[in-house]
Structure formats: C-alpha cells, structure tokens
C-alpha cells in the first residue's frame, strides 16, 4: 500500500513519518523507506528522531478508538465477556460509508500537514 498508493502521491522531499507498529518494522520497510526517503523518514532506525505517532493523522487514534469507546459504553457492562462482545459488536458496525468519511479526514489533516510545511497543528 505504501509503495504502491501512498508513495506517489508525496511531493517531491517529503517527510516520511513511520507509526512504528511492530509489524511495519520488518528489514524490508526500514530498507525501502532509506532508499524511498532517504535521510527524509522518522521513525525506529531512522536518522531523523521524533515520536513515533501523531494522533492527528493516525486514524486509529483522531477517529475508531474514540467510536468503540462511545459505542461499547454507551450501557452498562456487566463482565470482562460481556466489554469483549460489546467491543466486537461495535467493530463489525462500522460501514463502509464511515471508512470512507475517515479517509476523507484524514485526507483533510494531511492537506493541512502539506499546507503548513509539517508545523505544529491542533486539529479538534
């Protein structure tokens, strides 16, 4: 995905800001992120230091964990089983329609990322 999709649509001398989820630490994305963005990554095994996430683009953090929060609370929870099924009846709620008004999200924050040249934001 990152290859293919993300990759091309970047201006030419971006900033490659690695989540650093262990899954997307394995030898083959350090390696194509250094000849991709070379000296021009952050993240674990990078030259450029910086935290690993931002919670304004990340969409796990700036949209879902808020959305299972509000839905898998929204009554009482009887037991850990009963937060287990209330977490899964919530994830297996979110449509298609709803992925597509997140990736418009964060479309809309990466917009402001480029438009401020990567300068602290807060984004509500």
Known sequence: MLQLY???????G??????????HDGNIVPEFLDTTFPQRWIGRGAVM?????????????FYFWGYV???AYSDRINDINHLKQRI?????SVTPDVLTRV????????DVCRATNGAHIELL
Do not use: C, N
């Open 6 to 12: 993300a990759v091309p649509q970047f201006p030419e």
């Open 69 to 71: 929060k509000q839905h």
């Open 49 to 61: 230091a910086w935290p690993p996430r931002s919670s304004d683009i990340t969409p796990l953090d």
């Open 88 to 92: 899964t009846d919530v994830i297996h």
């Open 14 to 23: 971006a900033i490659f800001q690695q989540d650093g989820a262990p899954p």
């Open 103 to 110: 990736w418009e999200e964060l479309d809309y924050r990466l």
